[in-house]
């Protein structure tokens, strides 16, 4: 059997996540610098067949279970298929379910802020300038609704919004995935991508 909805998320959220700074930036690094990758890789590449085969689209039906949904074609697609193109696979499929949580209410109804972040997320990882704009209102809301003890982590995440904006309005795509996607690059594309200053790999403010 894989896992269901339930199990992503406390897999992916802990019961009790700390808003000290320190905690916080632990756990922002878990999520995002790899910490989690070994364990995703070894539990969750059955349901990530899974939910790309369409077979757990039921869990869309329910606010948290379409979270986890999401969380498992965004965010470890990209672990389990890192550095090819299996890893932005299922970037349409999890923007397309981000959108419609949002026009019925399923966004809204989440009560975390970490939840939200995460249903918002697979906008950011949109190459499309709409969905771009969509995320950064998103974010920037989340900036002032949030805790104070965690909004310095939630405007980074804006900032970030903002920046992968940027990229997508300076080449309409993100260089670095080029080569995965056996994109060409254009010269001005490799002087970027020569630069290495990715926006995913800014460094977590500490």
């Known amino acids: 059997m894989t896992a269901g909805p339930e199990e992503v998320l406390g897999f992916w959220f802990p019961a009790q996540l700390s808003t000290d700074r320190a905690d916080v930036t632990r ?3 878990w999520w995002f610098r790899g ?3 070994r364990e995703i890789i070894e539990r969750f590449p059955p349901l990530l067949e899974r939910a790309a085969r369409g077979e757990v689209d039921a869990w869309s039906r329910a606010p948290r279970s379409r979270l986890a949904l999401i969380i498992t074609l965004d965010q470890f697609a990209r672990t389990i298929h890192r550095g090819t ?3 932005f696979s299922q970037d349409a499929k999890a923007a397309a379910l981000t959108l419609e949580g949002l026009d019925n209410g399923h966004y809204a109804a989440l009560r975390s802020h970490w939840e939200k972040l995460f249903f918002a997320l697979p906008l950011g990882h949109s190459e499309t300038p709409a969905h771009l704009d969509r995320v950064v209102e998103l974010m920037e809301a989340l900036v002032a609704e949030g ?3 965690v909004r310095w982590w939630l405007e980074f995440s804006a900032s970030q919004a903002r920046r992968h904006r940027d990229v997508i309005g300076r080449f309409g795509r993100h260089p670095h995935r080029n080569a995965a996607l056996g994109r060409q690059s254009t010269p001005d594309e490799l002087e970027y991508l020569a630069r290495g200053e990715f926006v995913h790999t800014r ?4």
């Open 85 to 87: 193109a299996g890893a």
């Open 27 to 29: 756990q922002v690094e």
């Open 35 to 37: 910490g989690a990758d």
């Open 147 to 149: 805790p104070p003890e």
């Open 203 to 206: 460094p977590v403010p500490r």
